[in-house]
Structure formats: structure tokens, C-alpha cells
């Protein structure tokens, strides 16, 4: 079978059958094989074969069927994945700069390692297990690399001493810096008390006298508008900003600009059709004693009741709450979290708001410890950026001088594995294409579903 124009092709071919004289010849018949069309034992053409093949690699299985039986090539699923599996491996090589990094083939249960050429960021091969003995193997089978570049894990670190002790190990730069980062979360939850800010010279606005008895409103939507109107610009009179409030008051952006560019409330009024409201002929009653002092929604409720109100607890709550004290954003600001904190100074300081760099700031003036891990930060970052490996020696003591929790931890962990933090932050070499490829593993798995089997998926990730 063979598409043409997306249909499905018998070819009738004739070929010429020979026969063997020789009587103890286990064949006794030969026919005629037609190269790049035909080969023994097979029912389709090898361009077909080819082509399923190619399907098979980059859909699998039931995927793969379907796009198959679309371009007028049916095929069983199980048919496809007999030919990605009768696929031979690619040829290794050598390879200079080897990258290794785990993935999880189920996480939480069974683990795999990938290997990485770096130069060309192609996949080498994928191995299952991550402790150091499949890894030992590897290298022992192949030309040894001159660079390994990996993670900070002990296994690949002793695998990579025992096959390959020529090799320059380089611990990953990316791995680094996150290490470091959860240090400097650690060294923040311990200084957490250092984050709210307090600051007394701020002016605490005065506060809001309840509202006196006022002209009765034309209905509820005329009441909802004016109490709305008058809250949005008392938030602007306090300096809070579009956002600001609009995350306060869980409203939409377009609504409070609505609210803020109208002179009046009336103006929110129109193409508006007033409604009366349960409320309108209690308001007398209900703002008297509103201005007694009770604004329980709840004693109100079964006050009205016993005066006739048929409307629910819902409507009534809505009117009392426009005569409650306003939130104030600038007296309750809530202070920032650990992870903020710690977001900030493991960012650029070019790439961190206005407000953001205000709020740090503040907090490493308040925190001696949290403005000497910040300028360790800082350190740590130049040494990472501009390759200053030289320097390495020199930043682990003054972090263990420091005594800064979590911090000090990283430090001196760093020297239990000195060469390859080094050369991590001295050579150019990382393990950026290994990442990259993790997350074209992670592809590969959610397209089979996580029902394939480890040879399927080493077979998909070398060929596709």
C-alpha cells in the first residue's frame, strides 16, 4: 500500500522467482528484490515504511494512527510502535563536552539520566536510574569527554571520578543560583519580623466621621452609585493608584477609572434605569438609628421586620455597609512575604519596580543581616555573570564570617565540591542545552500519555 494524493495505492508488481538446484539448500525459491521499494518478508514499500516510521516517532501510538489513517496510510498503533522500537540506536561518536542531568520517568518513583552532548545539544542517551552505577557504565563503554558539566548531586560527581578522572567536572551555574536563592529564602524567614514596615513618620489619615442623615437617595442602584463614587475618590485623595484600588475592592481596572474620571456620582447615572428599593420607606427609621451608633446589620434587620420590611438580610447589609468606616490603604498595608523579599535581592536591581525598590530598601536599612546577604547576593551574582571564579575563594569566607543562616550553609558546602563550583563559574560551559532537553523529555511523556515504557521512550527522544 502507498498514498497518492492522500488515497490508499495497491501496487501490483512482477518479479522474477528463481529456483535453487542445490538439494540441500534450505531455500528452494528466491525472488526478485527491487532495491528502495521492495526487501524479504515485508507487504509494504519501504518509502511506506519510512514514512510510518516518521509518523510513529513524532506522534506514537494512538496519536500517530490517527495521522496515519488521515494521510491515507492506515496503520495500528501497535504497528507503529513496532517500528520505532525495531529502530537502531544512533551512533554515539565522541563527545567532548558531556552534559548529565536526571529526569523523572515517574516522578516520585522512578528516575532516569539524560546525557547531553553540549557542543551540538544533541541527545546521547537516556539511561535508567540516576545513581552513580548506570552512569559509571556509560563512560566506561565510551570515549571518556574532556568536560562534564552537571548538577551539584554526589552521584554524578563520584561517577564522573572513577570513569572519566581526566574529565573537568562543572557544576551547573543554573543549579547555583538556585541553591543560593533558597538559602537567602531560608536567611529570610529567619529575619521575617524585619519585613513589615512600620514606618511612623507616615501621616495617619484622620478618621472618617460617620455620615449624618442625608437627602433620601432616588432608588438603590442612585445609592450604590453615589457610595461607590465617594469611595474611590477618598482612595485617590490618599495617593493609591488605579491598580491599587482595583485589587482592593476586587474591582475591574475599566470600573475604577469609570468611577475616578466622573466629576459627579450622577454622572454614573446615566443611560441608568433608578429602581426603588425595599429600603426607601424604612430609610428615615434606619438612619436614625444609624446615627445612634448601632450599625449591626443584623439587629436592624429584625427591627424593620417588625415594622413590615419584606425585603432579605442581603439589601439591608448593602445599605449599612455605606455608613461603615472605609478600609484605609495606607494605614493596613500588608507586609511583604519571605518570597518576595527574597525574589528582590536575587533579582537585577534594573529589573525590580519603582515601588519594589523602594520597599527593599527599607527593609536592608531596617535588617543589618538581610543588607550583608543582599551585598553577598550581589557578590555571588558578578562572580556568576562575569565568570570571576577566582573569586570563589575569597566569597565562601566572607559568607562564613558573616554567620548568616542559611547563607553559611550554602558557603560552606560549596568547598566539599570547590573544583567544579569553580570551574562552573570560571569556564563557559553549563548545562543550559541539559535543561532544555528535560523539558523535551517532559513533552514526549504527556504526548504517550505516561503509559509507555522506558525502550519507547529512549527510542522517541534519540530518533524524533
Known amino acids: 500500500m502507498f498514498p497518492v494524493a492522500g488515497r490508499s495505492t495497491r501496487i501490483v508488481l512482477w518479479v522474477r522467482r528463481f529456483f535453487c538446484d542445490n538439494a540441500v ?32 516517532l513524532a506522534l506514537a501510538g494512538r496519536a500517530g494512527a490517527r495521522m496515519a489513517a488521515a494521510l491515507g496510510m492506515p496503520a495500528s498503533r501497535h504497528r507503529l510502535l513496532r517500528l520505532v522500537r525495531a529502530l537502531p540506536d544512533p551512533v554515539v561518536g565522541e563527545v567532548a563536552v558531556l552534559g548529565v542531568d536526571d529526569f523523572a520517568v515517574r516522578r516520585g518513583h522512578h528516575y532516569g539520566t539524560v546525557l547531553i552532548d553540549c557542543e551540538t545539544h544533541r541527545v546521547v542517551d537516556l539511561l535508567l536510574g540516576r545513581d552513580a552505577g548506570p552512569l559509571t557504565a556509560w563512560l566506561q563503554q565510551h570515549p571518556a569527554p574532556r568536560v562534564i558539566c552537571r548538577d551539584r ?22 543549579h547555583l543560583w538556585q541553591n543560593l536563592a533558597a538559602a537567602v529564602e531560608r536567611c529570610a524567614a529567619q529575619h521575617k519580623a524585619c519585613l513589615d514596615e512600620s514606618d511612623e513618620s507616615d501621616e495617619v489619615p484622620a478618621e472618617q466621621p460617620r455620615p449624618a442623615a442625608v437627602a433620601a437617595p432616588t432608588g438603590a442602584m442612585a445609592e450604590r452609585r453615589r457610595a461607590h463614587h465617594a469611595l474611590v475618590h477618598e482612595l485617590l485623595a490618599q495617593g493609591a493608584g488605579f491598580r491599587q484600588i482595583a485589587r482592593h475592592l476586587g474591582w475591574s481596572h475599566h470600573t475604577v477609572s469609570r468611577y475616578a474620571h466622573a466629576a459627579t456620582w450622577q454622572e454614573m447615572m446615566v443611560g441608568q434605569k433608578v429602581r426603588p428599593s ?3 420607606s424604612f430609610k428615615p427609621y434606619l438612619i436614625r438609628r444609624i446615627n445612634e451608633g448601632c450599625l449591626k446589620a443584623t439587629t436592624l434587620h429584625r427591627e424593620i421586620r417588625a415594622q413590615g420590611f419584606a425585603g432579605s438580610y442581603a439589601i439591608l447589609r448593602k445599605f449599612v455597609e455605606q455608613y461603615r468606616s472605609k478600609p484605609d490603604l495606607t494605614s493596613a498595608r500588608r507586609p511583604p512575604s519571605v518570597r518576595q523579599v527574597t525574589g528582590w535581592i536575587c533579582r537585577r536591581p534594573d529589573d525590580l519596580a519603582d ?16 543588607r550583608a546577604a543582599a551585598e553577598l547576593v550581589r557578590w555571588f551574582a558578578d562572580m556568576l555573570t562575569h565568570l570571576r571564579g577566582q573569586q570563589l575563594t575569597a566569597w565562601i569566607a566572607a559568607a562564613e564570617t558573616a554567620a548568616l543562616p542559611g547563607i553559611t550553609k550554602f558557603a560552606t558546602g560549596l568547598t566539599a565540591d570547590l573544583d567544579a563550583v569553580t570551574a562552573g563559574l570560571t569556564l563557559p560551559f553549563s548545562s543550559g542545552p541539559v535543561e532544555g532537553n528535560v523539558n523535551r523529555i517532559k513533552m514526549i511523556k504527556r504526548q504517550m500519555y505516561g503509559r509507555a515504557g522506558f525502550d519507547l521512550l529512549r527510542k522517541r527522544v534519540l530518533l524524533a
Open 355 to 370: 515601588r519594589d525598590t523602594v520597599q527593599l530598601q527599607a527593609i536592608l536599612q531596617r535588617c543589618p543581616l538581610l
Open 25 to 56: 539448500c534450505e531455500a528452494q525459491t528466491f525472488a526478485e528484490q527491487i532495491d528502495g521499494l521492495t526487501r524479504r518478508w515485508s507487504r509494504v514499500s519501504d518509502g511506506l515504511r519510512q514514512m510510518l516510521t516518521t509518523v510513529g
Open 278 to 280: 425595599l429600603v426607601d
Open 153 to 174: 548531586a554526589s552521584a554524578y560527581a563520584e561517577a564522573a571520578r572513577t570513569s572519566a578522572p581526566e574529565a573537568v567536572q562543572v557544576a551547573d551555574r543554573f
